[in-house]
């Protein structure tokens, strides 16, 4: 009997966990569809559910019409090239790179591997710099002023800072990456770093007394000390702080894109607003949302990496 109720609360806690996001996703759709209907923009009216799902669809075949462009235009250098050896085995033979128009999947793959990017650099940086910061108050004494200061700055600040400094210094002939992606990591790396290190300090410094002193019984050594007592322990307020830089670094991004022009979909929401067609509005609108849900699933996908690698098991993926 009690595994029968203990059964059914289960299934209840379920079922409530599923219908009322549903329930409230649909309230919402309806408020939108009535409100959008009353308002009159420069563009038209605002576009509801339907007509933003319909530039989705749209944006979708944009992206598959470009590949088979694209693949056409590959295959017809290789059918030329193909001819051009048949009649001269030593001829030499190129393949240009396609340069169509970045579509909003483009955009997207681009913001994603810009913004990945930048995160990656500034947790190199910032949990070395968070952990010892945490065992030294020498060390934190030195850099919290640092910390404070820089902190607070907005990313459109550091962005002409960025770009007039990697317009200088990246001046290869045949870079490896463009300019554009490279200003828009360094400017996520910046803004991604202080909540990593304020949190990894915090981590570190509260790190329980029994555990420093079974450290210190067991004469580990410095290495071994950091790997098996100290990051271990810290690591619950380390994921805390990268799920805070995630999250800043994907809304920094999106900004620095939209200031610097740089590819993304920054770019793409700028570009749209500057066209002013009849759609445009719809297609803003579909980039919100995306923008919207990746962020989202950054922030799942961090919580469960956290629950993979941490000893602390109750962080819970909401």
């Given amino acids: 009997m009690s595994n029968y109720r203990s059964l059914s609360l289960l299934n209840n806690k379920q079922t409530k966990a599923l219908v009322i996001p549903i329930v409230a996703f649909l309230v919402f759709l309806a408020v939108w569809h009535i ?17 933003v799902w319909s530039q989705t669809i749209v944006l979708v075949d944009e992206h598959i019409q470009e590949r088979e462009k694209a693949e056409k235009f590959y295959q017809r250098q290789i059918d030329r090239n193909v001819k051009k050896l048949e009649k001269n085995p030593h001829a030499i033979v190129k393949i240009r790179n396609y340069t169509g128009n970045p579509t909003f999947i483009d ?21 070395p710099i968070g952990v010892f910061s ?18 607070p700055v ?6 002409p800072i960025v770009t007039i400094i990697v317009s200088a210094v ?4 045949n870079p490896m ?13 910046l803004c ?8 990894t300090t915090l981590g570190v410094s509260s790190i329980d007394q029994d555990l420093k002193n079974v450290s210190r019984v067991l004469r580990l050594s410095w290495m071994t000390n950091i790997t098996k007592i100290v990051i271990p322990s810290s690591v619950p307020m380390i994921f805390a702080g990268l799920r805070l830089s995630l999250g800043i670094g994907w809304m920094v991004l999106i900004a620095a894109e939209m200031l610097a022009q740089n590819p993304g979909l920054g770019k793409f929401v700028w570009d749209e607003f500057q066209n002013g067609s009849s759609n445009s509005l719809a297609r803003i609108m579909v980039a919100v949302f995306v923008i919207g849900f990746i962020g989202f699933m950054l ?9 993979k690698v941490s000893w602390d098991k109750t962080a819970e993926v909401r």
């Fill in 192 to 199: 991604c770093i202080w909540p990593t290190i304020i949190n």
């Fill in 35 to 51: 409100s959008a209907a009353s308002i009159i923009t420069s563009l038209g009216q605002v576009p509801g559910p339907s007509q």
């Fill in 134 to 151: 945490g065992l030294s108050s020498t060390v934190h004494k030195a850099i919290n002023p640092l910390i404070q200061i820089f902190k």
């Fill in 107 to 127: 955009q997207v793959g681009t913001s994603l591997i810009t913004v990945l990017t930048g995160f990656f650099i500034a947790s190199v940086i910032a949990i």
């Fill in 177 to 189: 990456f463009a300019k554009s992606f490279v200003t828009s990591a360094i400017t996520v790396t």
């Fill in 170 to 173: 990246y001046t290869s002939e």
């Fill in 154 to 159: 907005s990313p459109l600040a550091w962005l």
């Fill in 299 to 307: 922030d799942q996908i961090m919580l469960l990496l956290q629950r």
